[in-house]
C-alpha cells in the first residue's frame, strides 16, 4: 500500500459521515425481536444477553443504512396469569403491592403455584381464572391490566438505565384473536391435525423432528407459544412487509424455531428469511449458570445497581478530584458499559463466565480500557487548543502513524464482519486493536510539541481514532464520556 494512498483515504474517512461503514444499496426490513421478558416477575440477569445483543444488531443494521423494526415481544399471556390472578383475589398484600409491586406479584405466582401442585382444586380454579381473562371477564382484565401497567413501569427503567429502546411492545396478548384463525388455516392447508385431543404440527418427512410435532392447541382448547408465534409472523408480514426477521433468543429454544420455521415455511406465511439468533449462558464462577446464594435468578436492577456501585469506587480511587456529580455520571456509563461490553466481545454462541474483576479492568479488551481511550484522545485535543485544517494531505512517514492510519480504514469492515453472523464480537476487537494502535502511536509520535505541519496530521489521525472509538462503541449501546 502506498503511503500517499493511506493518507487520502483516511482524510476522506475523518470528513465522512458514516466514517468509512458502507451503506446497504438494497436497504432490508429487518425486524429484531428481542429482551421479551415476562409481565409480572422481575428482569434477571438472564435477560442481558437478548436485550444488549438484539439492541446492539439494531444499531449496526441501522448504521449500514437497513430499515429496522425493534419488537419487545412481551410474555404477557397464558395459564401464569390465572395463577397470579387467584393469588391476587385470595392473597393479596395491598402494603407490599404498593412498595413492591413486581415483589408482590411475583409472591402471588409461587405461592399458587405452589398451592396447585399439592392442591387440584387450587389448580383447577387457577386455570378457571386463565379461562375467564381469555373470555374477556371485565374483573381478570383490570387486573391483568395493573400487572401490565406495573410491568412497563420496571421494563421502562430497566431500558432506561441500559438506553434500550423499541419501536414496538407487542406481547403475545396482542395476538389472542388470531389464534383459533392460525389453527383453522393449518388444518385447511392439511399441515395440523389431531392427536390426543391436542392440535399438532407433524414433520414426519424430517428425520431431525419425525418425533418432535409443534404443539399447537392442547386438549383443553388453549393455545401455545408456536400458535403465537406464528402469529406475530403473519402479522409482520402484512404489516411491516419484512425481508428478514431476526429473533434474538437464547440457544435452548433452538427446537422451537426449528418447528416455528419449518411451519411457517409450508404454510407460506411470509417470505421474510427468518434466523434465530442463538446465544449462550451467563455462568457463575462454578460453571453453572449465574444465580444468587440462596439460588435464585440475579435481578437486573441489582446487578446494574452493583456495577455503577463498582465503578464509582474505581472513578473517586482514579481520580478524586473530579466533581462528585460527574462521578456518579461517569460511574453510570462506565458500570452499564462494562457489562454490555463483557458479553458482547464474548462469541454470541458460547457461554461465559461473569467476573467484575475483569469486565471492570482499566487494561486489556474491556470497556472501561475503551473509554479511556477516548477520554485520552479528547484531552489530547482540548490541550492542543487549536484546530487544524481537517483538509489537508496526512503526513504517514512514521511507521506508526501508518500503521494506525490503514487500521482505521478497516472500520467499515468489522462492522461488515460483526453483520455477516449477527456476531458484534468482531467490532469489540476490532476497537479493543484500534485503541492499542493508538497507544504505540502516540508514544512513537508526539502530538502537541510537534511543528506544522506533522501537528495538524498528527491531531487529524488523532480525531479519527476518537470519531471511530466513539461510533464504534455507540454501535454497541455503550456511552462515551469525556472525562473518567
Given at each position: 500500500?502506498?503511503?500517499?494512498?493511506?493518507?487520502?483515504?483516511?482524510?476522506?474517512?475523518?470528513?465522512?459521515?458514516?466514517?468509512?461503514?458502507?451503506?446497504a444499496e438494497n436497504p432490508r426490513t429487518v425486524v429484531v425481536d428481542f429482551s421479551s421478558p415476562n409481565v409480572a416477575k422481575p428482569m434477571h440477569v438472564g435477560h442481558i444477553r437478548?436485550?444488549?445483543?438484539?439492541?446492539?444488531?439494531?444499531?449496526?443494521?441501522?448504521?449500514?443504512?437497513?430499515?429496522?423494526?425493534?419488537?419487545?415481544?412481551?410474555?404477557?399471556?397464558?395459564?401464569?396469569?390465572?395463577?397470579?390472578?387467584?393469588?391476587?383475589?385470595?392473597?393479596?398484600?395491598?402494603?407490599?403491592?404498593?412498595?413492591?409491586?413486581?415483589?408482590?406479584?411475583?409472591?402471588?405466582?409461587?405461592?399458587?403455584?405452589?398451592?396447585?401442585?399439592?392442591?387440584?382444586?387450587?389448580?383447577?380454579?387457577?386455570?378457571?381464572?386463565?379461562?375467564?381473562?381469555?373470555?374477556?371477564?371485565?374483573?381478570?382484565?383490570?387486573?391483568?391490566?395493573?400487572?401490565?401497567?406495573?410491568?412497563?413501569?420496571?421494563?421502562?427503567?430497566?431500558?432506561?438505565?441500559?438506553?434500550?429502546?423499541?419501536?414496538?411492545?407487542?406481547?403475545?396478548?396482542?395476538?389472542?384473536?388470531?389464534?383459533?384463525?392460525?389453527?383453522?388455516?393449518?388444518?385447511?392447508?392439511?399441515?395440523?391435525?389431531?392427536?390426543?385431543?391436542?392440535?399438532?404440527?407433524?414433520?414426519?418427512?424430517?428425520?431431525?423432528?419425525?418425533?418432535?410435532?409443534?404443539?399447537?392447541?392442547?386438549?383443553?382448547?388453549?393455545?401455545?407459544?408456536?400458535?403465537?408465534?406464528?402469529?406475530?409472523?403473519?402479522?409482520?408480514?402484512?404489516?411491516?412487509?419484512?425481508?428478514?426477521?431476526?429473533?434474538?433468543?437464547?440457544?435452548?429454544?433452538?427446537?422451537?424455531?426449528?418447528?416455528?420455521?419449518?411451519?411457517?415455511?409450508?404454510?407460506?406465511?411470509?417470505?421474510?428469511?427468518?434466523?434465530?439468533?442463538?446465544?449462550?449462558?451467563?455462568?457463575?464462577?462454578?460453571?453453572?449458570?449465574?444465580?444468587?446464594?440462596?439460588?435464585?435468578?440475579?435481578?437486573?436492577?441489582?446487578?446494574?445497581?452493583?456495577?455503577?456501585?463498582?465503578?464509582?469506587?474505581?472513578?473517586?480511587?482514579?481520580?478524586?478530584?473530579?466533581?462528585?456529580?460527574?462521578?456518579?455520571?461517569?460511574?453510570?456509563?462506565?458500570?452499564?458499559?462494562?457489562?454490555?461490553?463483557?458479553?458482547?466481545?464474548?462469541?454470541?454462541?458460547?457461554?461465559?463466565?461473569?467476573?467484575?474483576?475483569?469486565?471492570?479492568?482499566?487494561?486489556?479488551?474491556?470497556?472501561?480500557?475503551?473509554?479511556?481511550?477516548?477520554?485520552?484522545?479528547?484531552?489530547?485535543?482540548?490541550?492542543?487548543?487549536?484546530?487544524?485544517?481537517?483538509?489537508?494531505?496526512?503526513?504517514?512517514?512514521?511507521?506508526?502513524?501508518?500503521?494506525?492510519?490503514?487500521?482505521?480504514?478497516?472500520?467499515?469492515?468489522?462492522?461488515?464482519?460483526?453483520?455477516?453472523?449477527?456476531?458484534?464480537?468482531?467490532?469489540?476487537?476490532?476497537?479493543?486493536?484500534?485503541?492499542?494502535?493508538?497507544?504505540?502511536?502516540?508514544?512513537?509520535?508526539?502530538?502537541?510539541?510537534?511543528?506544522?505541519?506533522?501537528?495538524?496530521?498528527?491531531?487529524?489521525?488523532?480525531?479519527?481514532?476518537?470519531?471511530?472509538?466513539?461510533?464504534?462503541?455507540?454501535?454497541?449501546?455503550?456511552?462515551?464520556?469525556?472525562?473518567?
Amino acid at each position: 500500500l502506498k503511503r500517499e494512498s493511506v493518507a487520502e483515504f483516511a482524510a476522506l474517512q475523518l470528513q465522512d459521515p458514516h466514517l468509512g461503514i458502507a451503506q446497504a444499496e438494497n436497504p432490508r426490513t429487518v425486524v429484531v425481536d428481542f429482551s421479551s421478558p415476562n409481565v409480572a416477575k422481575p428482569m434477571h440477569v438472564g435477560h442481558i444477553r437478548s436485550t444488549v445483543l438484539g439492541d446492539a444488531v439494531a444499531r449496526l443494521l441501522r448504521s449500514a443504512g437497513h430499515n429496522v423494526i425493534t419488537d419487545n415481544h412481551l410474555g404477557d399471556w397464558g395459564t401464569q396469569f390465572g395463577k397470579i390472578i387467584y393469588g391476587w383475589k385470595h392473597h393479596l398484600d395491598q402494603e407490599n403491592l404498593a412498595k413492591d409491586p413486581i415483589g408482590e406479584m411475583e409472591r402471588l405466582y409461587k405461592l399458587v403455584n405452589a398451592q396447585s401442585e399439592s392442591d387440584e382444586a387450587i389448580a383447577d380454579a387457577a386455570r378457571a381464572e386463565t379461562a375467564k381473562l381469555q373470555n374477556g371477564d371485565a374483573e381478570n382484565k383490570a387486573i391483568w391490566d395493573q400487572l401490565r401497567e406495573y410491568s412497563q413501569e420496571q421494563f421502562d427503567e430497566m431500558y432506561g438505565r441500559l438506553n434500550v429502546n423499541f419501536d414496538y411492545t407487542l406481547g403475545e396478548s396482542f395476538y389472542n384473536d388470531e389464534l383459533a384463525g392460525v389453527v383453522e388455516d393449518l388444518q385447511q392447508r392439511g399441515l395440523a391435525k389431531g392427536s390426543d385431543g391436542a392440535m399438532i404440527v407433524p414433520f414426519d418427512d424430517i428425520p431431525a423432528l419425525a418425533d418432535k410435532p409443534l404443539l399447537i392447541q392442547k386438549r383443553d382448547g388453549s393455545f401455545l407459544y408456536g400458535t403465537t408465534d406464528l402469529a406475530t409472523i403473519k402479522y409482520r408480514q402484512n404489516e411491516w412487509h419484512a425481508n428478514e426477521i431476526l429473533y434474538v433468543v437464547d440457544a435452548r429454544q433452538s427446537l422451537h424455531f426449528q418447528q416455528l420455521f419449518e411451519t411457517s415455511k409450508r404454510a407460506n406465511y411470509t417470505n421474510a428469511t427468518l434466523r434465530h439468533i442463538s446465544f449462550g449462558s451467563i455462568l457463575g464462577d462454578d460453571g453453572t449458570p449465574i444465580k444468587t446464594r440462596s439460588g435464585e435468578s440475579v435481578k437486573l436492577r441489582d446487578l446494574l445497581d452493583e456495577a455503577e456501585s463498582r465503578a464509582l469506587e474505581i472513578v473517586q480511587e482514579k481520580n478524586a478530584a473530579l466533581d462528585p456529580e460527574i462521578q456518579k455520571q461517569v460511574a453510570k456509563a462506565v458500570g452499564i458499559g462494562a457489562i454490555k461490553y463483557a458479553d458482547l466481545s464474548q462469541n454470541r454462541v458460547s457461554d461465559y463466565i461473569f467476573s467484575w474483576e475483569r469486565m471492570l479492568a482499566m487494561q486489556g479488551n474491556t470497556a472501561p480500557y475503551l473509554m479511556y481511550a477516548y477520554v485520552r484522545i479528547r484531552s489530547i485535543m482540548r490541550q492542543s487548543e487549536s484546530t487544524f485544517d481537517a483538509g489537508k494531505v496526512l503526513l504517514l512517514e512514521e511507521d506508526a502513524a501508518f500503521e494506525l492510519a490503514k487500521f482505521a480504514l478497516r472500520f467499515g469492515e468489522a462492522v461488515g464482519r460483526s453483520l455477516k453472523d449477527y456476531r458484534p464480537t468482531a467490532l469489540c476487537a476490532y476497537l479493543f486493536h484500534l485503541a492499542q494502535k493508538f497507544t504505540t502511536f502516540y508514544d512513537a509520535c508526539p502530538v502537541r510539541s510537534s511543528e506544522e505541519p506533522l501537528r495538524s496530521s498528527r491531531l487529524q489521525l488523532c480525531q479519527l481514532t476518537a470519531d471511530i472509538l466513539q461510533r464504534g462503541l455507540g454501535l454497541l449501546g455503550i456511552e462515551t464520556v469525556e472525562q473518567m
